[in-house]
């Protein structure tokens, strides 16, 4: 079986700072993982997958993601956040062979001005 | 296309009273997930279908559970008897198919259960 671990429950950062949001991940098989977003009062949103080849991946607005297989890890960072990415940041994984998909607890990011 | 659509978007009830959450997929897609989200326990996988089977029911609480999928556009979460540990936001979510790997999430269900 598979699970992730979210630390981090809340994370306050101001304005343009750098954040990083942990996630590390427990699996005897390989798997894919993944980061979703969800905002107030909405369904969760896929926001960047790693299932093969470059272990860095990254997303439109400037999220990016490292699968480390050592460390089993799949820490989410952005060098400069903004207001509007206050939200709840979602860690997931599954293994290559199932469907099922388990989230982590969330971390909330909260960006202050 | 408009998305997963679940309904109610919001539900209050009584103890004992059955509850009844509608989901409906994006047209063409092959699986559909239930979700349940709690402060407590975060986002919890209850069941999901690939092509309207049920495939692993492992998450669903106990036997006051229980969900069906009828045909490829309809999903139905059902609580009987319902209980004030039920209160929660209940996710649909569907996914287009094998290998890709990205789920569409509805706007969820907020039961309250006094």
């Known amino acids: 079986a598979q699970s992730v671990t979210q630390l981090d429950s809340q994370v306050p950062v101001f304005e343009e700072a750098p954040v990083e949001l942990r996630c590390n991940y427990s699996?005897?098989?390989?798997?894919?993982l993944f980061w979703y977003v969800q905002y107030p009062n909405q369904g969760l949103q896929l926001l960047l997958k790693?299932?093969?080849?470059?272990?860095l991946v990254e997303s439109i607005n400037g999220f990016e993601a490292e699968f480390n297989k050592s460390q089993t890890s799949f820490h989410l960072r952005k060098p400069s956040v903004h207001i509007s990415d206050t939200a709840e940041y979602f860690c997931?994984?599954?293994?290559?062979?199932?469907?099922?998909?388990?989230f982590g607890t969330g971390t909330r990011l909260q960006v202050f001005p | 296309d408009a998305g997963v659509i679940q309904s109610p978007r919001h539900e209050v009830t009584e103890m004992g009273q059955e509850v009844t959450l509608r989901c409906k997929p994006i047209?063409?897609?092959?699986?559909l997930f239930w979700y349940r989200q709690t402060m407590m326990r975060g986002l919890e996988l209850l069941i999901y279908?690939?092509?309207?089977?049920?495939?692993?029911d492992s998450g669903m609480p106990e036997d006051r559970f229980s969900a069906k999928m009828p045909n490829a556009s309809f999903s139905t979460l059902k609580i009987q008897p319902s209980e004030p540990r039920d209160s929660a936001v209940y996710f649909c979510?569907?996914?287009?198919?094998?290998?890709?790997?990205?789920?569409?999430f509805g706007s969820g269900t907020q039961l309250s259960v006094l």
């Open positions: 979510a569907s996914r287009p198919g094998q290998g890709i790997e990205k789920l569409f």
């Open positions: 699996s005897s098989v390989s798997v894919y």
């Open positions: 790693y299932l093969s080849g470059s272990t």
């Open positions: 047209s063409g897609h092959n699986s």
């Open positions: 279908f690939n092509n309207n089977v049920p495939i692993d």
């Open positions: 997931a994984v599954r293994s290559t062979f199932t469907d099922k998909l388990i």
